[in-house]
């Protein structure tokens, strides 16, 4: 019989028999638990209930108590471990997302045109190296499309920012399955989370084949003689938004490890905003996904004023390609105006959020969450446009792509303070 198996029976036990013969074997039965878990923490109430309706005041000062007590606090420290460890792994995503950008945004992401998982660890050491990667480089359409000469330097700056972006998702790997490892081997990991860490143990693999299954696309020869060699936008919003779902359940799953559940009073006006907590989360993912489509296809260049676009709110090259479907997907102009009204209705959508859970009866903490989520959702808003009006500066353009991810972040923490707790 399991450890969790041995403490429900041992907690039958003590409703049906009288004491003084049982207390010797249940106190045996939790020695024998060497692998507290999650579900100790229930089979730990179950017989702390029994034992107040048994159990007289001077038998519950006996050791049988004190071990009552030490396993709970044993559960306890092994679910904080486990949920560092998975903030943790949202933090090396969180990074991951940040490198990503950056390295879009110089430009970096080509300069790799093999991927081997081993043999990539390994930047170039000698000038014999470099220039035999330097070569390969050259042989493909981003370096012929160049129109100034690009030196040994400036591809090593490049190589090396591609180079960091691989190697951080592989130790996001490592970061996830090593300590995995182990937790399953000491029993750390509840039943309920099992499937979870296989779902994200999935994602984590399939975002490195995304990457590479990106990168390969702005390697082919394009078809058309004035087309920019870059990566498919479509793999590109692909990568992100993938890396975007496992931050989130990284960040999901750390924090109901990490946080006390408050129950929330059961009124009609929580209710409501447990619904819009999940529509803020989507609206934020949603717009961050079209800012991927901004990204690869540098829409961010085509008109730089706010709030119209070259002194009109509609432009007259929205609509230049045939057929017309394809202008939402595939037109800067018309990808930089989804962005830009997704961005402001987003914006509306929190402010009226926030409105709502003014008169909620929500605890500090909660309340605390919605007023970040506000001040956030402003903050981002003005990175966007000064990104714009400054025509995209890598610097800026990176924190306002970080700054989905923070925003992200809270409309997380606000969802995870609504939700329903189970009695």
Same mark, same amino acid.
């Given at each position: 019989?399991? =450890?969790?198996?041995?403490t ?5 036990? #003590?409703?049906?028999k009288?004491? $003084?013969?049982?207390? &010797? ?17 229930k ?9 107040? /309706? ?10 049988? /108590? ?15 471990i486990v949920?560092?460890?998975?903030? =943790?792994?949202a933090?090396?995503? *969180?990074?991951?997302v ?17 991927? /081997? ?11 014999? %190296? ?16 160049? %129109?100034?000469e ?7 700056? &490049? ?11 592989? $130790?996001?790997g490592?970061? *996830?399955?090593?300590?995995?490892l ?12 099992k ?8 994602? #984590?693999?399939?975002?490195?084949? +995304? ?6 696309? =702005?390697?082919? %020869? ?7 060699p870059?990566?498919? @936008?479509?793999?590109l919003? !692909? ?9 989130? #359940? ?6 109901? @490890?990490?946080?006390?559940?408050v ?5 009609r ?7 819009? !907590? ?8 949603v717009?961050?996904m079209?800012? !991927? ?43 930089? *105006?989804? @962005? /830009?009204? +997704?961005?402001e209705?987003?914006?509306?959508? &929190? ?17 605390? !969450?919605?007023?970040c ?16 009006? $400054?025509?995209?500066?890598t ?9 989905s991810?923070?925003?992200l972040?809270?409309a ?9 707790v189970?009695?």
């Open positions: 019989m399991s =450890g969790l198996g041995r429900l029976f041992c907690a039958k036990t #003590l409703q049906l009288h004491l $003084t013969n049982y207390k &010797i074997t249940c106190l045996q039965c939790f020695k024998e638990i060497n692998k507290p878990s999650l579900n100790s923490i089979a730990y109430h179950q017989l702390q209930q029994a034992s107040n /309706r048994t159990v007289n005041w001077s038998l519950r000062s006996s050791p049988l /108590r004190r071990c009552l007590t030490n396993v709970a606090v044993e559960s306890s420290r092994t679910q904080k949920g560092y460890w998975l903030m =943790g792994c933090g090396m995503c *969180f990074g991951a940040v490198l990503g950008g950056v390295t879009r945004l110089t430009e970096s992401g080509l300069s790799m045109v093999d991927w /081997r998982l081993i043999k990539d660890m390994k930047p170039p050491k000698s000038e014999a %190296e470099w220039l035999e990667e330097f070569e390969k480089y050259k042989k493909y359409p981003e370096y012929k499309y160049m %129109e100034k690009m030196m040994l330097s400036d591809f090593k700056f &490049i190589y090396y920012m591609e180079w960091a972006h691989r190697m951080w998702g592989r $130790t996001t490592v970061a *996830f399955f090593l300590p995995a182990y937790f399953l081997k000491k029993g750390w990991i509840s039943k309920s989370l499937p979870r860490l296989a779902v994200y143990g999935g994602l #984590l693999a399939f975002q490195g084949f +995304l990457g590479w299954y990106m990168v390969k696309s =702005g390697l082919e %020869e394009k078809s058309g003689p004035n087309d920019v870059r990566v498919s @936008h479509y793999r919003a !692909a990568h992100l938004g993938s890396a975007f779902i496992l931050y989130t #359940l990284f960040l999901w799953q750390g924090l109901s @490890h990490l946080l006390t559940p129950k929330l009073p059961d009124v006006s929580v209710a409501k905003l447990r619904g819009m !907590a999940h529509g803020v989360m989507t609206a934020v993912f717009t961050a079209s800012g !991927a489509f901004v990204a690869g296809l540098d829409a961010g260049l085509t008109y730089n004023s706010y709030p119209k676009m070259a002194d009109k709110w509609f432009p007259d090259d929205m609509w230049s390609l045939s057929p017309k479907w394809k202008n939402v997907f595939e037109n800067p102009t018309f990808v930089q *105006f989804n @962005h /830009r009204h +997704l961005a209705l987003t914006v509306c959508f &929190i402010t009226g959020f926030w409105w709502v859970s003014r008169k909620a009866p929500l605890h500090p903490r909660a309340r605390l !969450a919605v007023t989520l506000l001040g956030m959702a402003f903050g981002q808003a003005a990175l966007g446009i000064t990104t714009l009006l $400054t025509y995209v500066p610097s800026i353009a990176a924190t306002h792509q970080s700054g991810l923070v925003l972040s809270l997380v923490w606000v969802a995870h303070e609504l939700r329903r189970p009695k």
